[in-house]
């Protein structure tokens, strides 16, 4: 990991160059980039694949903010959580291709990707489950292989179980079952742990990653058979 002043003087550098040439345009600037991760267009929107944008939503209502700016391929909403001024992004690239978004991202908003949050869908863990971690690989899901590519593993993630919740039950196509809406029984606890996740990103934005860990990690902690590698 970098030395905590080397970052600060790069941020430093990139601040006044954006003043030098950002202009009246420029984009604020973040302590926190929050992505959630899912597919743009209707027919995906309720969609296991799509709980991330689904979390980004419940954050950004909890700020009461609005996703009112079009960049970097995303729809970001923009303001403060608490003493912290934040943007939350929904790439619009499609999940495959995350990675091109969110270089876009880190480089508008002049941050390192320690100062990002990233939170999508996790079939390794049962519906109803959360688990924040501070890195690491990125498992299974096509999104995070596409961010991680770009930019590394050492951001923050939150993942959002959405395996069903009975381990004997077979999942069949993985990609077939991701891509389809929770069942009509499985709304009401998907509704729940979204809504946990979108808790569990304020606090670590209010209070740190290690409080959010401490807090919603403990109900993961007996898990069997979750991967830890994402």
């Known amino acids: 990991m970098a030395p905590l002043f080397g970052v600060h003087r790069r941020r430093r550098a990139l601040d006044r160059l954006g003043k030098l040439f950002g202009g009246a345009n420029a984009p604020p ?4 980039l929050v992505v959630g991760l899912g597919n743009p267009g209707d027919g995906y929107a309720t969609t296991r694949h799509n709980v991330g944008f689904r979390v980004a939503n419940a954050l950004a209502k909890r700020a009461r903010l609005e996703f009112d700016t079009k960049s970097a391929e995303s729809r970001i909403a923009e303001g403060s959580l608490g003493q912290a001024k934040i943007a939350i992004a929904r790439p619009q690239t499609f999940m495959n291709d995350s990675g091109r978004a969110v270089r876009k991202l880190l480089d508008r908003y002049r941050l390192e990707p320690a100062s990002m949050i990233v939170v999508f869908d996790e079939i390794d863990l049962p519906l109803g489950r959360v688990r924040i971690r501070e890195k690491g690989g990125p498992g299974t899901h096509n999104g995070m292989r596409s961010i991680v590519s770009v930019v590394g593993e050492g951001f923050p993630r939150v993942r959002v179980g959405v395996a069903p919740a009975d381990p004997q039950t077979e999942i ?29 990103l304020e606090v670590a934005i209010r209070d740190g990653l290690r409080r959010a860990m401490d807090n919603f990690n403990k109900d993961a902690r007996d898990e069997k058979g979750a991967r830890d590698d994402g």
């Open 29 to 32: 600037r973040v302590d926190w």
């Open 172 to 200: 069949g196509d993985l990609a077939q079952y991701v891509l389809a809406p929770f069942s009509a029984d499985e709304r009401d606890q998907a509704e729940r742990v979204i809504g946990r996740a979108g808790e569990a």
